[in-house]
T-cell receptor, first 114, second 111 residues
Framework: DADVTQTPRNRITKTGKRIMLECSQTKGHDRMYWYRQDPGLGLQLIYYSFDVKDINKGEISDGYSVSRQAQAKFSLSLESAIPNQTALYFC?????????????FGPGTRLTVT | GDSVTQMEGPVTLSEEAFLTINCTYTATGYPSLFWYVQYPGEGLQLLLKATKADDKGSNKGFEATYRKETTSFHLEKGSVQVSDSAVYFCALKGGSYIPTFGRGTSLIVHP
């Protein structure tokens, strides 16, 4: 079973719709992240959370919001989707107890906004 | 702030060729360094890491050495296979609370 899961894996939605992407992990990690990947731009950090009560904006948080419902769950919402939010979205986790802070990624959600 | 620069791709090689993907970084202190790999249709997964100067990370025939004097962490493999075709990301974790990633380098290996 995958340690970091994302739902849905693919989603097509229309401009102006609200959409939620969900991430769950069974690794017991305290830190969770949402990234966006566009061709040629690498990974851009949207939001990150170091525990349930700690949520922080990343470099491209405008147009997005998040909720950390439990240590194992971190959701990303697009309040009113627009076409330039079409991208691949990844959730990741890390363990603050690990000195090297390596991250573990989910399989991604491919979002298309028409 | 922290930054990572890696060579632009795509890198196109024939099977059994030698691979080098360059990565240099800027960071204060002594960051941990990583290479992640992203196979088609999948998320990133850790390929190898090094946590202090002169450490060599290795996995699946890939190697990278933490060179503080040149602030580099170049990825190498002696003989690539078609199955190595993927996007490779160099990353660091320094004093910032969050990791910093390079833009990724696409590797295409032909039979």
């Amino acid at each position: 079973d995958a340690d970091v899961t994302q739902t849905p894996r693919n989603r097509i939605t229309k401009t102006g719709k609200r959409i939620m992407l969900e991430c769950s992990q069974t690794k017991g990690h305290d830190r969770m992240y949402w990234y966006r990947q566009d061709p040629g731009l690498g990974l851009q950090l949207i939001y990150y959370s170091f525990d349930v009560k700690d949520i922080n904006k990343g470099e491209i948080s405008d147009g997005y919001s998040v909720s950390r419902q439990a240590q194992a769950k971190f959701s990303l919402s697009l309040e009113s989707a627009i076409p330039n939010q079409t991208a691949l979205y990844f959730c990741a986790t890390s363990d603050s107890r690990q000195r090297s802070f390596e991250q573990y990624f989910g399989p991604g959600t491919r979002l298309t906004v028409t | 702030g922290d930054s990572v620069t890696q060579m632009e791709g795509p890198v196109t090689l024939s099977e059994e060729a030698f691979l080098t993907i360059n990565c240099t970084y800027t960071a204060t202190g002594y960051p941990s360094l990583f290479w992640y790999v992203q196979y088609p249709g999948e998320g990133l997964q850790l390929l190898l890491k090094a946590t202090k100067a002169d450490d060599k990370g290795s996995n699946k025939g890939f190697e990278a050495t933490y060179r503080k004097e040149t602030t580099s962490f170049h990825l190498e493999k002696g003989s690539v296979q078609v199955s190595d075709s993927a996007v490779y990301f160099c990353a660091l974790k320094g004093g910032s609370y969050i990791p910093t990633f390079g833009r990724g380098t696409s590797l295409i290996v032909h039979p």
